[in-house]
């Protein structure tokens, strides 16, 4: 890999929480060295306001952040990826996307803030937790030195990364 900034593609099914998020984290975290961008197999068209406000408390300019398709990806002249990770929740049996091609790729689960219930406060707080588990990968991601790993070496870290167990 080069010097220029990397492209990293989070996916999830509907591209309006936990994708958003790390997209977020990572374009804060990466130092420049990543360029993160978001979609969904199957977009809600809306960001979670649950996790709209979140970002926006928390000081990240959602200005033009929105749930799109991942087709906007793949067609000619978009960025080509470097990385591609889905943080859909599979162990809550959902259908996370596969990215073809050529990418390095990873899974990294998190809970789906938009299909958890409970009063106002219970989601603030429920969200702010999955934003707090993205964030400890994020920065990890951003941290590993990219340019002294082979490249067997980067995958072998992001998959340890999605198997890394959260606290509780």
Do not use: Y
């Not at 990543?34 to 306001?49: E, M």
């Not at 429920?126 to 920065?139: C, G, L, P, Y």
């Amino acid at each position: 890999m080069n010097d220029r900034p990397r492209n990293v593609l989070f996916l999830c099914t509907h591209n309006s929480a936990r994708s958003v998020m790390a997209e977020a984290l990572l374009n804060r975290h990466g130092g420049g060295r990543f360029r993160a961008f978001s979609a969904g197999s199957h977009p809600s068209g809306r960001i979670n306001p649950t996790v709209a406000a979140l970002l926006m408390r928390l000081g990240f300019d959602i200005t033009g952040v929105r749930s799109k398709n991942w087709d906007e990806f793949a067609k000619p002249g978009a960025p080509q990826m470097d990385f591609v990770f889905t943080v859909c929740d599979d162990a809550a049996g959902e259908v996370c996307p596969v990215w073809p091609g050529q990418p390095m790729t990873a899974h990294w689960g998190f809970p789906d803030p938009s299909s958890f219930d409970g009063t106002d406060a219970e989601k603030a707080a429920f969200t702010a937790d999955v934003f707090a588990m993205i964030e400890r990968r994020i920065r990890i991601f951003a941290s590993l030195p990219l340019a002294s790993l082979s490249a067997l070496e980067i995958k072998r870290r992001i998959d340890d990364l999605g198997r890394a167990v959260e606290p509780a």
